[in-house]
């Protein structure tokens, strides 16, 4: 039996640093016993002599003051929260060995006035270090802010160019920089925000190759990410190197956060999520989109634990997911607990070091695994023009069909298309078609499954016709 113990900020430097712990014991007092067991720096802050609780110590079992039951000798049982809330103001931490400048003094003066941070905590910032693994909608606010408090060295992993379809949601590249690298935007922008921070950044893709070595350097990692095989492979580097892994996601109006971070006792992603969803199950925001600004607040709430986590003050988000519905306005959080079966961070782990990520959330794992033929969009345009019978089948939604389209095509949603099925002629020779081609792709899996045999998937949907055929068209 086990109970989760709750160290205060204050406490934390005579308990290794950690701020929860769990331990065996049947009341208060036992539990309080293992914890000057494990570590006897807190005694004294604890315990007098005699082994009474002192005075100016509460503690609280699931958030009900032991006092008012039977003290120390209140029972516990397996799973509940034992916080330990001693009377001492602030909560900073010995200061780094790092001094401010009269600028920045002047700079995080608003921080400075708080007893949660003071001038020691501001430093500890400075000499702190996050990374960033995108600069997209969830890595350009969260990066803003964390240069914005101070943060003293920055890390941005991303090797994608600025889109001007971008700039709906990710606020930290402007007009200017339509066409060239998202990693030159960043650095100029924080770096005009605040000269005080240092940005490092990543010309990369994240794989199992590079990840370990482009983490390893940083005190806390915010995962920016908008894809599967990325989001496993930093879950599990983060574990491996026991990183604070402070996750975001965000699709339309929804969005979700938590801290993953094992090594401080909470899950980890593969906890919450074993496996990844069959590939284009989940839209991606490019598929599906998303409201222009969730991604501040999502991003935003990541910064606040990242910088939590880094000053060592607050609760963080681990064990818990954050649940946001911008449509309701509304909050909600669900509890989260380890996975004993987890295959990366349970005793029965069977996982000793990164995978093929791709492999593992690749089409291989999907219920149609034979490779989908593919056309070009060049290519569909000269067969069509030379009067082949082809007919293209468009699975976008009604308000994407709205957009843009292919002469000619039948619009044919992929959520409806099993119910349409008695409309095509298996004789015919049919082009699955959407944005960027992955729907369409599972459109031709599902009708495999159904008997089709003339099927082809438009490579790279209509955003290819729009740049190879018919440069006019507007995209999205």
């Not at 899950?267 to 199950?281: D, I, K, Q, S, V």
Request: hydrophobic content about 40%.
């Amino acid at each position: 039996m086990s109970v989760r113990v709750r160290i205060p900020t204050p406490l934390r430097p005579h308990a290794g640093g950690r701020a929860a712990v769990a331990l065996p014991g049947a009341t208060v007092r036992a539990v309080l016993d293992a914890l000057v067991a494990e570590a006897p720096a807190l005694r004294p802050h604890l315990l007098t002599e005699d082994g009474s609780l002192r005075s100016f110590v509460n503690v609280y079992v699931n958030g009900e003051d032991a006092r008012a039951r039977s003290g120390l000798e209140t029972p516990v049982a397996e799973g509940d929260d034992l916080a330990i809330v001693p009377a001492i103001a602030g909560g900073a931490l010995e200061a780094p060995a790092v001094d401010l400048s009269r600028e920045e003094i002047a700079r995080y003066s608003r921080h400075l006035i708080m007893p949660e941070v003071t001038i020691e905590g501001q430093r500890r910032l400075k000499r702190s270090s996050a990374l960033l693994v995108g600069a997209g909608g969830l890595g350009s606010p969260a990066a803003l802010y964390l240069a914005a408090a101070g943060v003293g060295r920055i890390g941005v992993v991303d090797f994608d160019v600025v889109d001007e379809s971008n700039l709906q949601r990710q606020v930290l590249h402007d007009t200017t920089w339509v066409g060239r690298p998202k990693l030159e935007s960043a650095k100029a922008r924080l770096g005009a925000l605040n000269p005080h921070v240092h940005v490092e950044t990543h010309s990369a893709a994240l794989t199992r190759d590079n990840a370990l070595e482009l983490l390893a350097p940083y005190d806390v990692v915010v995962d920016g990410t908008d894809n599967f095989e990325t989001r496993y492979l930093t879950n599990d580097a983060c574990f491996f190197l026991k990183k604070p892994n402070v996750y975001g996601s965000i699709y339309r109006f929804e969005g979700q956060a938590s801290v993953f971070w094992p090594e401080n006792g909470g899950p980890c992603y593969r906890c919450l999520y074993p496996e990844p969803p069959p590939p284009g199950l989940v839209p991606s925001c490019a598929e599906g989109g998303v409201l222009g600004v969730l991604p501040g607040v999502v991003g935003g709430i990541q910064a606040t634990e990242a910088l939590k986590i880094l000053l060592g003050v607050g609760e963080p988000l681990v064990g818990r997911l954050l649940l946001y519905d911008a449509l309701a306005m509304r909050f909600e959080e669900l509890k989260l607990r380890r996975d004993p079966e987890c295959p990366l961070c349970s005793p029965k782990a069977t996982i000793r070091e990164l995978q093929d990520y791709v492999a593992f959330c690749g089409t291989g794992r999907g219920e149609d695994a034979t490779p989908v033929e593919e056309i070009g969009a060049a290519e569909l345009k000269r067969r069509l023009d030379a009067g082949e019978p082809l007919e293209v089948i468009d699975v976008r939604e009604p308000h994407e069909w709205a957009i843009c389209r292919i002469p000619g095509a039948r619009l044919a949603p992929l959520g409806s298309l099993a119910e349409r099925m008695h409309e095509l002629d298996s004789a015919r020779t049919y082009v699955l078609q959407c944005r960027s081609g992955v729907r369409s792709a599972r459109a031709v899996g599902l009708l495999r499954q159904a008997g089709f045999r003339r099927l082809l998937n438009l490579r790279g949907g209509i955003l290819a016709w729009a740049r190879e055929v018919d440069r006019a068209m507007p995209t999205y």
